[in-house]
């Protein structure tokens, strides 16, 4: 007995894709679709982007970007909640319309179900892992916490879980810093 080989999907593919108000992402090939972000979820997007806003009027280093086209080769390209590049990243890695490269800090906010979550946590830390990012947020709304992950020998590794009464911080953000709860108020 022999194995069906599937066709991987590429990124060209994703432009056949209906505008039916679902995201789809290709990961290594694979298909991944989910819905519209729920009310929760854009609330928090909106609080973060407040709070970079704020920073970045007087820190002028860079751009946040909330669901950017982020292709990182032929076989992937995601639509993370939230990009941030620095204006010098950003000359590196724009083209045509998306981002083609890593960006320095990438933020994905959990939607509820367990394919989500395990897309987040496991396929799409792989992916920014193996492509470069060099950090990774992962924002949990339910538990009001965000998981920060630092690339360390290819990898996205842990460094810390911040609950709303801690304050969090970016290496790629000097004198940033914010009450976690900020997030999700």
């Avoid at 972000?37 to 751009?63: A, C, M, W």
């Avoid at 949990?140 to 911040?162: C, W």
Wanted: proline share 6%; aromatic share 8%.
């Amino acid at each position: 007995m022999s194995a069906r080989i599937e066709p991987l999907m590429t990124v060209d593919d994703l432009e056949a894709m209906p505008e039916d108000g679902n995201r789809y992402e290709v990961i290594d090939g694979e298909l991944f679709v989910s819905c519209a972000p729920g009310l929760t979820h854009q609330i928090v997007t909106s609080n973060i982007i407040r709070v970079f806003g704020k920073y970045l009027d007087e820190h002028p280093i860079g751009v946040i970007v909330p669901t950017p086209g982020l292709i990182l080769d032929l076989y992937s390209g995601v639509i993370p909640d939230l990009v941030f590049f620095s204006h010098e990243r950003g000359n590196e890695i724009i083209g045509n319309e998306r981002l083609n490269a890593a960006p320095e800090l990438v933020m994905e906010i959990l939607s509820p179900g367990r394919q989500n979550l395990a897309r987040d946590r496991v396929a799409k830390r792989q992916l920014y892992s193996k492509h470069g990012v060099r950090e990774y947020w992962i924002v949990d709304a339910d538990n009001s916490a965000i998981e920060v992950y630092d690339l360390a020998n290819d990898l996205l590794e842990l460094r810390a879980i911040l609950r709303a009464d801690d304050e969090i911080t970016s290496a790629f953000l000097p004198d940033f810093i914010s009450p976690v709860s900020a997030f999700f108020t």
